[in-house]
């Protein structure tokens, strides 16, 4: 689908930053805002005065404000799957029938932490959750963010394949007062059942009598937990309507509640209804996710940007950008639209680290390199660290970049040169709590979402993970088995599997 503001949006010449902010003296306060507690700065990228007012055509265009209304009500936004995108549902939106069945099943996740904090399973000082893509990285982001320096208790994730991941994780762990999660949306997964069975061994290798009874399964498919031996009653069940990088407001961040307190969770879950709401009713031109979606699109669509990268100036940040990987990656990495029809180019990949670490690695290439990337800088105002001056110097560092890169500085040295004019977007929040945080997530869910729409993508599907997964199946049976080439059946020859 070609649309005329589509077609004006990949096209149009991009300004210098620096023009534009000479040309545009309400720049700054036309891009930027304030939701939840956060402050996003948008003014360094090449969005201008008449592209933004573009953006109510172009949304219309792209079906936004119906695909978004779907969204809201509960409606099939997953087409391929015939299925509604569920996760607005665990904060209170969408269909009536989805967001009271979200709220029971909160209810016995809530009346289960409150045993285990009860001591329904005994002294229980440790939890290891397994799970892995979407099952693991959401409460994982989660308790690393918010836990602070004393957790409530230890928590170990596990979700590679792979022993040398499960001897670290219980390495920790003392089984005698440790609960297993098993989280997985399907309960089909090889590597959580796998990771499941080798810490079922584990328990019983420490002489606990009953290894199933300290297993909590959290799932779409609570018939798979059934027959994998867990009893009804430590089964948290989720809707199949919650894909799984969209699932830590469910069930899946039952770790995260009892590693930071239900209050917590609660909190989260408030911080991302207030981002729902910004998003659904906001005006196109105030609409943060829907700016940051078209600051995307532009550098996609007319600049060939193919990579975005994130990075943190926290440290409690550190596991965002590879959450936003999985977010943004499997939602929009799609070569079709939704109706089938081939796309030119879709999501860029999104990578990042943690400031200040990565200006001493990768920064050289955003400041001189030939590739366009645009960065994200996403920092806290407020510190919590025993050193305040280490966190002013932090702070510093993070708006100097997003300054270096768009002012750039010249020298008749080519090697010293700074072209400048170079994109990024600040996220400032106030302080990161549960609140901020849930807040911040919602954003990057709305501006996939946007994102998609735009694109004309299907977000809520997942299709390519699946032939590696069938391969691997096969080649479980033997190279024979699998009907693959020489290069294949020449490296399992060598390994000896
Ligand atoms: O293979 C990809 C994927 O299906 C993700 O979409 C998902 O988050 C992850 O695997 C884990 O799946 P499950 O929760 O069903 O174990």
Redesign the pocket.
């Given at each position: 689908m070609t649309t005329s503001a589509w077609t004006d949006l990949s096209n149009r010449g991009l300004t210098p930053l620096s023009t534009l902010f000479e040309q545009e003296p309400d720049r700054l306060s036309r891009l930027t805002g304030e939701v939840a507690g956060i402050y996003f700065d948008l003014s360094k990228t090449h969005i201008d005065a008449k592209l933004v007012e573009t953006l109510p055509g172009l949304a219309e265009e792209r079906g936004l404000s119906a695909a978004r209304d779907a969204l809201f009500a509960g409606g099939i936004v997953n087409p391929t799957e015939g299925r509604p995108a569920d996760h607005l549902a665990e904060r209170g939106q969408g269909a009536a029938g989805a967001v009271d069945s979200a709220a029971a099943r909160r209810e016995r996740m809530r009346a289960l932490v409150d045993a285990i904090e009860a001591g329904a399973f005994g002294d229980i000082t440790g939890v290891l959750h397994i799970?892995?893509?979407?099952?693991?990285?959401g409460p994982a982001l989660l308790v690393d963010a918010l836990s602070g320096t004393a957790p409530r208790i230890d928590v170990s994730f596990l979700s590679n394949i792979d022993g040398q991941a499960f001897d670290r994780a219980v390495e920790v762990l003392d089984p005698a007062t440790t609960l297993v999660i098993a989280?997985?949306?399907?309960?089909?997964?090889a590597?959580?059942l796998s990771n499941l069975q080798a810490a079922m061994d584990w328990l019983r290798g420490a002489g606990i009598a009953d290894p199933q009874g300290r297993v909590i399964a959290v799932?779409?498919?609570p018939e798979a937990a059934l027959e994998a031996g867990i009893d009804d009653t430590r089964i948290l069940q989720f809707s199949e309507g919650v894909?799984?990088?969209y699932?830590l407001w469910s069930a899946?961040s039952v770790t995260a509640a009892l590693a930071l307190g239900w209050t917590a969770f609660e909190e989260l879950l408030e911080g991302a209804a207030e981002m729902d709401r910004h998003f659904r009713y906001s005006e196109p031109g105030k609409n943060l996710a829907l700016l940051a979606a078209l600051a995307d699109q532009l550098y996609v669509q007319n600049a060939g940007a193919q990579s975005r990268a994130v990075f943190a100036y926290d440290e409690r940040l550190e596991l965002l950008p590879s959450y936003l990987q999985?977010l943004e990656m499997?939602s929009n990495g799609k070569s079709v639209s939704v109706t089938g029809e081939a796309v030119e180019r879709s999501a860029p990949v999104t990578w990042g680290g943690v400031g200040t670490d990565a200006q001493h690695a990768v920064f050289q290439l955003l400041h001189q390199g030939t590739a366009l990337i645009p960065v994200e800088f996403v920092a806290v105002a407020e510190d919590e660290s025993s050193l305040p001056d280490h966190h002013r110097l932090l702070l510093l560092n993070a708006f100097a970049q997003g300054a270096a890169l768009m002012r750039g500085k010249p020298s008749d040295d080519p090697h010293r040169n700074y072209a400048g004019n170079r994109p990024s977007i600040t996220i400032l929040l106030d302080r990161l709590d549960p609140r901020t945080l849930g807040a911040l997530i919602a954003f990057y869910e709305h501006r996939t979402f946007a994102n998609a729409v735009l694109m004309g993508i299907n977000p809520f599907d997942?299709f390519g993970?699946?032939l590696g997964?069938e391969i691997a199946r096969k080649l479980g049976e033997g190279a024979e088995a699998a009907d693959l080439d020489p290069s294949t059946r020449a490296l399992m020859e060598r390994a000896a599997i």
């Open positions: 799970g892995i893509g979407g099952s693991v990285l989280a997985s949306k399907t309960f089909t997964t590597e959580t799932t779409a498919a894909g799984g990088r699932s899946v999985q499997e997942q993970v699946e997964k």
